[in-house]
């Protein structure tokens, strides 16, 4: 390959989905390197003042500063965009910024935001919580409701928001169904694609303006940084994403970009052998639950519409136990598996959503989306699956089950 094929669209464009993960973005300096380049400057130097002047008026396109712009950062930019189907993309300092950001930078006082129930308990605070103190009015729907995203919107509604599968309880949003229901009314759609990332899904295949990640989760893929991502069109992220970025500063540091760009060259194989694992835990330890959700299983109410959708239905599922006594009884229990409250790592982790990534919402928006005091959250990993089988075997006997 040479030093700057791989920022060339008209070939990168062509090249399939695990070759974009390993090469897509990559940019050479004059040494010749073959790993990524990491730009640890928070500045640039100019060998004259119209040069600099140039830049800053966006009439060169060379780097002004690194919360605009570093040469780490932008083949992540590039990597991600390429993967994703997109124009373009701007990389984040974690999930949460990525989210705030694709929302804060096109909401105004008096807009309208139709919003998931069931999502990730930082997202929901942004519906519930900080949207509002703008003069942002928000609406939940239930996402399984085909009909309720339609009967939701105003005369000021500007934007969709959504994870699907979403976080913890793996509901599946028909993504062609509202995405198309959004463009009929001229509404945004914001996609929170962490669950499966492009390896798994693309939503902008379905309709979708804007997807949203955490790259902390999947991408990066074991546990290092904090990381995230927004993709969209040239002109979106141009006009209305990069003026809230760069007065506002939710950027990524060149060295976590760094990190994430060696994630996603394993990032097709990761996905697809964890999301194989899950399937087959969830199989064996389905018949010992009250309840277990995974869109991979044929138990899920929207196995289907997941199986058109993705490609495989990702390494994440939820169980429920009954009670919060006999959850935490199965997490001392486990001895392989940790409990932690992450997702998308290498390792098997399970959390218990409703004292962790959810005990910030009310007991009644927990209830309304699902999250009991029984429900935990697995992340299956790379481990042999078999022991992740005599570990959950061990703990649900542990616990009752």
Not at 120 to 145: K, M, N, Y
Request: some cysteine; charged content about 20%.
């Amino acid at each position: 390959m040479k030093k700057t094929t791989g920022t060339d669209r008209s070939i990168t464009s062509r090249w399939r989905p695990a070759t974009q993960a390993v090469r897509g973005g990559t940019w050479r300096s004059e040494q010749g390197e073959t790993s990524e380049a990491l730009f640890l400057t928070s500045g640039y130097s100019y060998d004259n003042a119209q040069t600099v002047a140039d830049r800053f008026a966006g009439d060169d396109a060379g780097m002004t500063y690194s919360r605009l712009q570093n040469p780490t950062v932008a083949m992540l930019e590039e990597r991600i965009a390429l993967m994703e189907g997109a124009e373009a993309c701007r990389a984040q300092a974690s999930g949460m910024a990525a989210m705030t950001t694709a929302l804060l930078c096109q909401l105004s006082a008096g807009d309208h935001v139709v919003g998931a129930r069931a999502a990730f308990g930082s997202c929901r605070w942004l519906l519930d919580h900080l949207l509002p103190r703008f003069g942002i009015e928000t609406t939940v729907v239930d996402s399984a409701d085909n009909d309720a995203w339609e009967a939701a919107i105003r005369p000021n509604t500007k934007v969709f928001f959504f994870e699907t599968p979403a976080n913890p309880t793996l509901d599946v949003v028909d993504l062609a169904h509202v995405c198309a229901v959004a463009k009929a009314h001229g509404i945004t759609t914001v996609v929170d694609n962490a669950f499966a990332t492009s390896a798994l899904q693309r939503p902008m295949d379905y309709g979708a303006d804007v997807v949203a990640y955490s790259a902390t989760k999947l991408m990066d893929g074991q546990g290092r940084v904090l990381a995230g991502a927004v993709c969209g069109s040239q002109q979106w992220i141009d006009e209305v994403l990069l003026p809230f970025q760069r007065n506002t500063g939710p950027n990524i540091s060149p060295f976590n970009a760094w990190v994430v760009l060696k994630g996603l060259e394993t990032l097709d194989l990761r996905a697809r052998r964890q999301s194989a694992n899950a399937v087959e835990l969830g199989t064996f330890i389905e018949p010992r639950l009250p309840r277990i959700l995974h869109p991979g299983l044929a138990s899920h109410p929207r196995h289907d519409l997941a199986m058109e959708q993705m490609v495989a239905t990702g390494p994440i599922f939820a169980l429920d136990v009954g009670d919060r006594a006999t959850a935490f009884k199965l997490l001392d229990a486990l001895q392989l598996v940790d409990i932690s409250n992450n997702i998308g790592d290498s390792r098997s982790l399970m959390c218990h959503p409703a004292s962790t990534t959810h005990a910030g919402m009310t007991q009644e928006a927990r209830d309304a989306m699902g999250v009991t005091e029984g429900l935990l959250r697995i992340n299956v990993g790379l481990e042999d699956v078999e022991d992740v089988k005599e570990d959950l075997d061990r703990a649900l006997t542990a616990a009752g089950l």
